[in-house]
């Protein structure tokens, strides 16, 4: 009997370890959101369909307060950015290696790890909500 009763409470034990790594996981933001904001994207980018706004940091980064002046090209909520951009093309030009169509560089590189570029970029590929894309990018009147 008393195995018995040692087994139930390994079986609580590992329960109790187990639920509240499950609980916070299902309530998470996905990894690419996270690491999303953790650069620090949506200072200039919103993407709508997820809830992220675009939010102004009064910022200390010098390299991207210079972008931001000489900015002439508003940057595009990333609702839809999946449709018309692959993981791969998006690695490449947040290392600025890729230019756009326009021939225009992305204003900063990418200050993380490769494999957290891979995170961002693949989570960025699904976003593929067109309207709200394109409400988020229409002329603010
Ligand atoms: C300082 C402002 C700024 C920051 C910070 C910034 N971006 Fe951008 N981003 C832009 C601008 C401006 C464009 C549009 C460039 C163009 O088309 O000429 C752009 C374009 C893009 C595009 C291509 C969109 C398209 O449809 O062509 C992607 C993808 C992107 N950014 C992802 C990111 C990610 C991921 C981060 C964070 C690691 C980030 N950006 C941080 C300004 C910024």
Redesign the pocket.
């Not at 090209?73 to 595009?76: C, D, F, G, T």
């Given at each position: 009997m008393r195995a018995f009763g040692l087994a139930i409470t390994m079986v609580f034990a590992l329960g109790a370890l187990a639920a509240p790594a499950f609980a916070t996981d299902t309530a998470k933001k996905s990894a690419g959101q996270e690491l999303?904001e953790k650069?620090?994207?949506q200072?200039?980018?919103s993407i709508a369909t997820v809830g992220v706004e675009k939010k102004k940091a009064a910022t200390e980064d010098a390299e991207?307060a210079a972008?931001?002046k000489t900015?002439k090209?508003?940057?595009?909520d990333?609702s839809a950015?999946g449709v018309?951009?692959k993981a791969d093309w998006?690695a490449a030009?947040?290392m600025k290696k890729e230019k756009?169509k326009?021939g225009?560089l992305?204003?900063?590189k990418?200050k993380g790890t490769d494999e957290e570029l891979k995170k961002?970029t693949a989570w960025?590929e699904t976003l593929k909500d067109a309207k709200a894309a394109e409400k988020a990018n229409a002329p603010k009147k």
């Open positions: 999303f650069y620090k994207c200072s200039c980018h991207e972008a931001d900015e090209k508003a940057p595009p990333l950015v018309s951009h998006m030009f947040l756009t326009e225009k992305h204003t900063k990418f961002v960025l």
